[in-house]
Structures are given as structure tokens and as C-alpha cells.
């Protein structure tokens, strides 16, 4: 078996693959499939520093978070009513603000948002708690294991809720024919809803994966740490953030390439999340990520598998 680069995520109603040289977005609309191609380079091809190794994590995961969000909206937009009539004033004022870089705008303040949401969140929130463990314990191993615990606890959660949502199931099952698809092609075997339908939903290079082994490493890195005060230890998890991004980034390209026992270990409980995360499509969503995922091998030029 050979492995690929290639990955995605779901949308609405659909499935965005990206490649080495393109990202395509198809969606389906009722018995039509819609497919967005666009040309982009990603971040760690662009400058030798961005693609060393322990660096390129950060920027990949900035990379993946912009790429994503462009995505989910173009998917959005696409079950939108066009009536521009009613376009609100609010809309308007900000579109004679910045014009045609609106998009853009609006795209990059939503990457903002949902990462600072994310490190108030998952690292902020466990931080500030786990403070009160200063009551009963001086040992800072102890106050650092629980701080970590809660930040998993919060994830896990957090998953288990929005699994529970209606619109959310019907992503996760696009997010399951993603990774299909992905077997499908990792397997050599022709690119058809036949062959994609007999493997798992689970796959070792899904975001979920990477989230839960950010969570576990941030444990690890932050076990080192002293217990100073509240504001010194918040700001020592946000500068560290980037280490443990780019920690968590090697070991799961290291997964999705090797047959590694520990490795394989490591990433196992991530593995289980995806149980929340990814539902078993049909086949017409099996089609549309087989359509994405064409559409971007058609620019790949061979260049997307490496061997194990």
C-alpha cells in the first residue's frame, strides 16, 4: 500500500480534497455535483523555513484553517437564497468599506476568531482551573496532570455534543467518505463508490486525530513546567503553542507513513474519537468525494503518493 498527502475535510452538503498543487470543493446540489477548483500553493511550499521540520506545523495548521474556512463558506453560499434586496445595512457599510477584499476580510477575522476561541477554550479554560488544585496540592506534576485532564474532558465533550446535532451527523458522514476515498486511492484501487464503500471511516491522518494528539503532548511539553502565577502560566501555554503544534504535526505525518507498533499506539485513542466524528455515507455523498478527489488529482502529476 502507498500513502498520499491528499486530504480534505467535509462541508455542506459535500467534500473539499487538497492537493499539492489545487484544493477542490465539490458539493452536492440536489442530483448535481458542483465542483470549485482553485490553485493553491500551500503555505509550507512557499518558503524553505515554513517546511522544516517542527515549523511547518504551525503554519500548516494556519494554512488548513483558512483553506477549511474558505470551504465551508463557498459550500454555505451555496444553499444561500440570492436576494439582494435584502442585503442589511450593516452589509452594505461593509461592503463599500472593503470592497472586493471583503471575502477576504471576512475569512481571515474568522480564522481569528476561532482560534482565539480555541486556545480560551481547550488551553485558557484548563489553565484557570486547575489553578484552584494550588488549595489542596503543592506538587505541580499533580496540578499539570489535571490541567491536561480537563482539557481533554472539554474536548471529548465537546465532540460528544455537537455529534448530537442534525446538520452536524450529515457532515460527519461527508467527513466519512472522505476518508473512503482516501483508502480507496491509498489502496491503488480504481476511484469508484464500489471500492470506496468497503473501508473504514477511520483514518490515522484525520484532523481528530491530530486535535486529541495536541491535547496529549501539550501534557507531555507542559509537565515540565514550573507552577508560577496564573498570568505567567497562560502565557507560557500560548507561546508554547506553536511547539506543541509542531510536535503534533510530525507524529501524525510520522502516522499516516509508517507501521510503527508505539506510533501506532500513540495515535490509537484519536483513532476512537473519529467513532464521534465520521458516520457511514451513502452513496451519493461517496460520489461527491470521489469528484473532489479527482478533480485534484488531475494536477498532481503523479507526485502525490510516496511509499511507505
Known amino acids: 500500500m ?8 467535509a462541508v455542506i452538503e459535500g467534500v473539499m480534497m487538497r492537493g499539492h ?16 477548483k482553485e490553485y493553491v500553493k500551500p503555505l509550507t511550499k512557499r518558503n524553505k523555513f515554513f ?4 515549523i511547518r506545523g504551525t503554519f500548516a495548521l494556519f494554512d488548513s484553517l483558512i483553506v477549511g474556512i474558505k470551504s465551508l463558506t463557498y459550500s454555505a453560499e ?10 442589511s445595512k450593516f452589509d452594505s457599510f461593509l461592503q463599500k468599506v ?9 475569512m481571515y477575522f474568522s480564522v481569528a476568531i476561532s482560534l482565539i476561541l480555541s486556545i480560551v477554550i481547550f488551553f485558557i479554560g484548563p489553565t484557570y482551573v486547575a489553578d484552584y488544585m494550588k488549595l489542596f496540592t503543592k506538587n505541580t506534576i499533580v496540578i499539570n496532570f489535571v490541567e491536561g485532564l480537563l482539557r481533554v474532558v472539554i474536548f471529548l465533550l465537546y465532540l460528544v455534543l455537537i455529534s448530537q446535532m442534525k446538520d452536524i451527523k450529515r457532515i460527519f458522514e461527508y467527513h466519512g467518505a472522505e476518508h473512503k476515498a482516501i483508502y480507496c486511492l491509498e489502496h491503488e484501487e480504481e476511484l469508484t463508490v464500489e471500492n470506496a464503500r468497503k473501508y473504514t471511516t ?13 491535547m496529549t503532548v501539550s501534557i507531555i511539553v507542559f509537565s515540565f513546567l514550573k507552577w508560577p502565577t496564573l498570568y505567567i502560566r497562560i502565557l507560557s501555554r500560548i507561546l508554547l503553542l506553536p511547539v506543541v503544534a509542531g510536535i503534533s504535526y510530525e507524529i501524525i505525518k510520522l502516522a499516516g507513513r509508517s507501521d510503527n507498533k508505539i506510533i501506532a499506539a500513540f495515535v490509537y ?3 476512537l474519537l473519529q467513532k ?3 458516520r457511514e455515507p451513502d452513496d451519493n455523498q461517496l460520489e461527491v468525494a470521489i469528484a473532489s478527489l479527482k478533480s485534484v488529482l488531475e494536477d498532481e502529476g503523479g507526485q502525490e503518493f510516496e511509499s511507505i
Do not use: M, Y
Open 2 to 9: 502507498k500513502k498520499t498527502d491528499i486530504g480534505g475535510q
Open 98 to 106: 472593503f470592497g472586493d477584499k471583503l471575502d477576504d476580510v471576512l
Open 78 to 87: 451555496l444553499f444561500e437564497e440570492e436576494d439582494e434586496e435584502n442585503i
Open 276 to 278: 464521534l466524528t465520521t
Open 269 to 271: 485513542p484519536g483513532l
Open 21 to 36: 498543487n489545487s484544493v477542490a470543493t465539490a458539493v452536492r446540489k440536489g442530483d448535481e455535483i458542483i465542483i470549485k
Open 202 to 214: 477511520l483514518h490515522p491522518r484525520c484532523g481528530t486525530n491530530f486535535l486529541f494528539i495536541v
Open 51 to 54: 517546511s522544516l521540520p517542527f
